[in-house]
């Protein structure tokens, strides 16, 4: 029988010294418990494309899934189920009652740092994306908690930044995704995002969440903050913000708390009220049936596995394909015997954006050996070059050293006193994944709880594959020396420069040294870590602290490219691996444009001129700029593909998965020709929302501004025809069937778009808006019926700022069926007799 607690009980029997402490949570991750009661913990972890559960610092592997923008290419809603359902099978094997996540806001601009972490610059697609994840999550009796409500749309200042939007613009665009998952998911949680709205924290918003989202909504979840986003006591539990995260509390001290309770600044019913929502998320916890003694465990199922494939081969976009260069043959043909892999993110594994997104991943299949993998019998030579750096730090090469009995890693040996110390003590060892060291959370019994000063050497061996000069560096949180075979070669302890390191950039610059090493040789690297009370620039930093330290061989870019150039020469066909990665692209910080970072467009540019037969894939979770988009015949959209992105990036450039995927958001020519990019980040604390309601492509379509592919395009290897529509209405739906034709040779999918336009608008309205979308799987030589349904309401409103309610207008609507925003070509019309207002999901 499953377990619930009786609230209103407890509401009675709870002392008021217990109800201020649920208000708050106990650790990171968990909220505070009431044993006194049996009240339990309830677990949260981050995932918004994996469950990481309960730490940063030698973390249980998790699978990582594709991004959110890439998930929203799929524009299929039933593959987006699965996936949630996914997630919330991990969460359990995390122990994790709760996942912080989806993400639904909005990709205003480009430039934003987690717009890889939401899913469109649309709201009808970020809307039904997000629903269909909660749905997936909620499934399995896991709680998702949707984020980040409203407007957190950008990194700069994000914790103070004041949105200055209309109420119009914050209905259509960015509340509606939230509304279509309420209405379609009910997220059983909600987390309030950092920044201010019209000059008051979402926080502490009474309108936005009691007046919006409880009432208006009839929403009857539990409101959560972001981490560190509560600004206040009273103004925040007025306001029915129910938990402040995490705990230990900042804002909900029981003296304090207690005090304005007895002084009647703070009502006592509001407690109640706020406590009332916890206990209602600790029932919902106990649903998932998890036991009290979980160990968290990773999930290494082939399952798993296969899912993430196919979200992966559904993600990727198929953007330019000219004299059909795509697929590639697996087997030696007359024109094509050699391929170049080349580009800096070839043999690298671009999961995932970084931030609280990135997570330690159970795997990672890079591009090249993707691509490797699908060349068995031998035919084909393939070769490689890296060509150009995109690292903003020398690279992680927690794969590339060894321990003494050859198991890949890095040996971490923590100590309680100071590297030459007599008797020095040694009391935990890791082989660690990484070089990337992040110790907030670390924590040992072997440790006094409150002993944050402690030392490690991380260490392996490296066996360099050419020789060469090597660069060797780090950037800390703490103190940290390099050492190769006991000779130092950086210095990050006795002269420290601040830098942008870590979650939130508190660390130093990257410190580099440089070292002669001979092919295949071993060498012992060590690095000597202090914590972060040896730390000399801040005593405040956070607990642990951690080191990134990397090793990559020296080379001027000309070198690099002059190398990757006669490598091209030599090629039938260049697959040109490109694009970002999480250090350019994170939660802390917006880009400063939409430019690849480094020498990427120079090494495209010069392979180009060797080469007529170059393709381009690209990975981002945003537009990149493309300069060179024209010299090449093929390119590819990859973003960041999770665990299986080498296989999903290869199975499309060779023919084994057709591709399908959508842009789910514009690729303008350049950043300037933005709606956003005069408003874009924080003035003086403010951002004005100025483009109002024309974001994306109904900003591109109303000012005739061209753009270097459209919203929701997308090529395939084979052709489709669309014919017959017929629209139909009635007083609650507008309906539309569209019979879609395979005409070509090769099995796949479309995404059949349905858009519409009010005739003679009352207001300034987009010149269309995507309303509903399905996606159809067709054998070549098939045609199939595929049927489409969106209500009248959501068909025809906007919002009327005079009445504060939407309205539909009675009128004459044009309806646009077809594959892409601008190649919506089929037309049809309904009309409406009335005129009504309404409020609501």
């Given at each position: 029988?499953?377990?619930?607690l009786?609230?209103?009980s407890?509401?009675?029997?709870?002392?008021?010294?217990?109800k201020?402490?649920l208000l708050?949570?106990?650790?990171?991750w968990?909220t505070?418990?009431?044993?006194?009661l049996?009240?339990?913990?309830?677990?949260?972890?981050?995932g918004?494309?994996?469950?990481?559960g309960?730490?940063?610092?030698?973390s249980?592997p998790?699978?990582?899934f594709?991004?959110?923008?890439?998930?929203?290419?799929?524009?299929?809603?039933?593959?987006l189920?699965?996936?949630g359902e996914?997630?919330g099978k991990?969460?359990?094997?995390?122990?994790?009652?709760?996942?912080?996540?989806?993400?639904?806001?909005?990709v205003?601009g480009?430039?934003?740092?987690r717009a890889f972490?939401s899913?469109?610059e649309?709201p009808i697609?970020?809307?039904h994306a997000?629903?269909?994840?909660v749905?997936g999550?909620?499934?399995?009796?896991?709680?998702?908690?949707?984020?980040?409500?409203?407007c957190?749309?950008?990194?700069?200042e994000?914790k103070?930044?004041?949105?200055i939007?209309?109420?119009?613009?914050?209905?259509?665009i960015?509340?509606?995704p939230?509304?279509?998952?309420?209405r379609?998911?009910?997220p059983?949680?909600?987390?309030?995002?950092?920044?201010?709205?019209?000059g008051?924290h979402?926080?502490?918003?009474?309108k936005?969440?009691?007046?919006?989202?409880?009432?208006?909504?009839?929403?009857d979840?539990?409101?959560?903050?972001?981490w560190?986003g509560v600004?206040?006591?009273?103004?925040s539990l007025?306001?029915?913000?129910?938990l402040?995260?995490p705990?230990?509390?900042?804002f909900?001290?029981?003296?304090?708390?207690?005090?304005?309770?007895?002084t009647?600044?703070i009502?006592?019913?509001v407690?109640?009220?706020?406590?009332r929502q916890?206990?209602k998320?600790?029932n919902e916890?106990?649903?998932?049936?998890?036991?009290d003694?979980v160990?968290?465990s990773?999930?290494?199922s082939?399952?798993?596995?296969?899912?993430l494939?196919?979200?992966g081969?559904?993600?990727?976009?198929?953007?330019?394909?000219?004299?059909?260069?795509?697929?590639?043959?697996?087997?030696?043909?007359?024109?094509?015997?050699?391929?170049?892999v080349i580009?800096?993110?070839a043999?690298?594994?671009?999961?995932?954006?970084?931030?609280s997104?990135?997570l330690n991943?159970?795997?990672?299949i890079?591009?090249?050996e993707?691509?490797?993998?699908?060349?068995?019998?031998?035919?084909i030579?393939?070769?490689?070059?890296?060509g150009?750096?995109l690292?903003?730090?020398?690279?992680?090469v927690?794969?590339?050293?060894?321990?003494?009995?050859g198991?890949?890693?890095?040996?971490?040996?923590?100590y309680k006193?100071?590297p030459?110390?007599?008797?020095?003590?040694?009391?935990?060892?890791?082989l660690?994944?990484?070089?990337r060291?992040?110790?907030?959370?670390f924590?040992s019994?072997?440790l006094?709880?409150?002993?944050?000063?402690f030392?490690?050497?991380f260490s392996?061996y490296?066996?360099?594959?050419?020789?060469?000069?090597?660069?060797?560096?780090?950037?800390?949180l703490g103190?940290?020396?390099?050492?190769?075979?006991?000779?130092?070669?950086?210095?990050?302890?006795?002269k420290?420069?601040?830098?942008?390191?870590?979650f939130l950039?508190?660390?130093?610059?990257?410190?580099?040294g440089?070292?002669?090493?001979?092919k295949?040789?071993k060498?012992?690297v060590?690095?000597?870590?202090?914590?972060?009370p040896?730390y000399?620039?801040?005593?405040?930093a956070?607990?642990?602290g951690?080191v990134?330290?990397?090793?990559?061989?020296?080379?001027?870019?000309?070198?690099?490219?002059?190398?990757?150039?006669q490598v091209?020469?030599?090629a039938?066909?260049?697959?040109l691996?490109?694009?970002?990665?999480?250090?350019?692209?994170?939660?802390?910080?917006?880009?400063?444009n939409?430019?690849?970072?480094?020498?990427?467009?120079?090494?495209?540019?010069e392979v180009?001129?060797?080469?007529?037969n170059?393709?381009?894939?690209?990975?981002?979770?945003?537009?990149?700029?493309?300069?060179?988009i024209n010299?090449?015949?093929?390119?590819?959209?990859?973003?960041?593909?999770?665990?299986?992105?080498g296989?999903?990036?290869a199975d499309?450039?060779?023919g084994?998965?057709?591709p399908?995927g959508?842009?789910s958001?514009?690729?303008?020519?350049r950043?300037?020709?933005?709606?956003?990019?005069?408003?874009?980040?924080?003035?003086?604390?403010?951002?004005?929302?100025g483009?109002d309601v024309?974001?994306?492509?109904?900003y591109?379509?109303?000012?005739?501004?061209?753009?270097?592919?459209?919203?929701?395009?997308?090529?395939?290897?084979t052709?489709f025809e669309?014919?017959?529509?017929?629209?139909?209405?009635?007083?609650e739906n507008?309906?539309?069937?569209v019979h879609?034709?395979?005409?070509?040779?090769?099995?796949?999918?479309e995404?059949?778009?349905l858009?519409?336009?009010?005739e003679?608008?009352?207001?300034?309205?987009?010149?269309?808006?995507?309303k509903?979308?399905?996606?159809?799987?067709?054998k070549?030589?098939?045609?199939?019926?595929?049927?489409?349904?969106v209500?009248?309401?959501?068909?025809?409103?906007?919002?009327?700022g005079y009445?504060?309610?939407?309205?539909?207008?009675?009128?004459?609507?044009?309806?646009?069926?077809?594959n892409?925003?601008d190649?919506?070509?089929?037309?049809?019309?309904?009309?409406?007799?009335?005129?009504y207002?309404?409020l609501?999901?």
């Open positions: 029988m499953l377990r619930q009786d609230i209103e407890l509401i009675e029997e709870l002392t008021l010294s217990e201020i402490s708050a949570g106990y650790d990171f968990h505070v418990p009431i044993e006194r049996n009240i339990p913990s309830v677990r949260v972890s981050d918004p494309n994996g469950i990481r309960t730490k940063f610092f030698n249980v998790s699978n990582c594709p991004c959110g923008t890439a998930l929203a290419a799929t524009f299929n809603s039933d593959l189920v699965s996936v996914l997630m991990e969460a359990k094997m995390k122990g994790a009652h709760v996942i912080l996540g989806p993400t639904c806001n909005i205003r480009p430039t934003g740092g972490e899913y469109s649309d697609l970020s809307g997000a629903a269909s994840v749905k999550i909620q499934n399995e009796n896991v709680v998702a908690c949707l984020k980040h409500f409203v957190n749309d950008q990194e700069s994000r103070a930044v004041d949105v939007i209309t109420e119009r613009a914050l209905r259509e960015y509340l509606k939230f509304q279509i998952a309420v379609d998911a009910y059983k949680a909600m987390m309030t995002a950092y920044n201010k709205i019209n008051v979402v926080s502490q918003n009474k936005i969440l009691q007046d919006l989202l409880r009432k208006e909504w009839n929403w979840g539990t409101i959560m903050s972001d560190h600004y206040s006591t009273k103004e007025d306001a029915g913000l129910n402040e995260m705990g230990p509390t900042r909900r001290q029981e003296l304090q708390t207690t005090h304005a309770i007895q009647n600044e009502h006592r019913d407690i109640d009220d706020n406590v916890i206990l998320l600790v916890s106990f649903k998932a049936g998890i036991p003694d160990v968290e990773p999930n290494p082939k399952e798993a596995e296969e899912l494939r196919k979200a081969d559904e993600s990727i976009v198929l953007l330019k394909n000219n004299e059909n260069i795509l697929p590639l043959p697996k087997t030696a043909t007359g024109s094509i015997k050699k391929i170049a580009g800096p993110n043999k690298a594994a671009q999961d995932s954006g970084g931030g997104a990135s991943a159970r795997y990672k890079t591009p090249f993707g691509i490797k993998s699908k060349l068995n019998d031998g035919s030579e393939l070769t490689y070059a890296l150009a750096y690292d903003r730090n020398l690279p992680d927690g794969q590339l050293l060894v321990n003494d009995k198991e890949k890693g890095v040996t971490g040996k923590f006193n100071e030459g110390a007599q008797d020095r003590e040694l009391f935990e060892e890791f660690l994944p990484t070089s060291l992040f110790l907030s959370d924590k019994d072997k006094d709880r409150n002993q944050l000063l030392y490690a050497d392996g490296y066996i360099p594959e050419e020789s060469g000069e090597y660069e060797f560096g780090c950037s800390c103190t940290a020396q390099i050492f190769v075979n006991d000779k130092l070669i950086v210095d990050n302890k006795t420290q420069v601040k830098g942008d390191a870590f950039g508190l660390g130093t610059r990257e410190e580099r440089s070292l002669k090493l001979e295949g040789i060498y012992e060590r690095v000597e870590f202090g914590s972060s040896s000399t620039l801040n005593k405040a956070l607990e642990g951690g990134f330290f990397g090793i990559q061989k020296k080379a001027t870019p000309e070198e690099a490219i002059k190398e990757a150039v091209a020469k030599d039938d066909v260049v697959v691996v490109v694009g970002i990665s999480k250090e350019w692209e994170s939660e802390g910080f917006d880009r400063p939409m430019d690849i970072p480094g020498h990427t467009n120079q090494l495209v540019e180009t001129k060797v080469n007529p170059v393709i381009v894939v690209n990975q981002s979770g945003s537009p990149v700029s493309l300069p060179w010299n090449v015949k093929g390119f590819v959209q990859a973003w960041y593909g999770g665990n299986e992105l296989n999903t990036i499309v450039l060779f084994d998965y057709n399908s959508k842009l958001m514009t690729f303008p020519v950043l300037e020709d933005t709606p956003a990019y005069v408003n874009f980040g924080s003035t003086h604390g403010q951002v004005l929302y483009e024309f974001v994306g492509y109904r591109y379509e109303k000012v005739g501004k061209q753009v270097l592919f459209p919203f929701g395009f997308g090529l395939s290897y052709n669309f014919s017959n529509l017929h629209v139909t209405s009635d007083e507008v309906y539309a069937t879609v034709s395979n005409v070509g040779k090769v099995d796949g999918a995404v059949v778009q858009y519409v336009e009010q003679d608008p009352v207001v300034m309205r987009p010149v269309k808006e995507l509903a979308f399905n996606k159809v799987f067709l070549a030589g098939e045609t199939k019926k595929v049927e489409l349904s209500s009248i309401k959501e068909a025809t409103s906007y919002w009327n009445k504060n309610k939407w309205q539909s207008t009675k009128g004459k609507y044009n309806v646009f069926v077809g892409s925003s190649n919506a070509c089929l037309t049809g019309e309904f009309e409406t007799e009335k005129t207002f309404w609501g999901v």
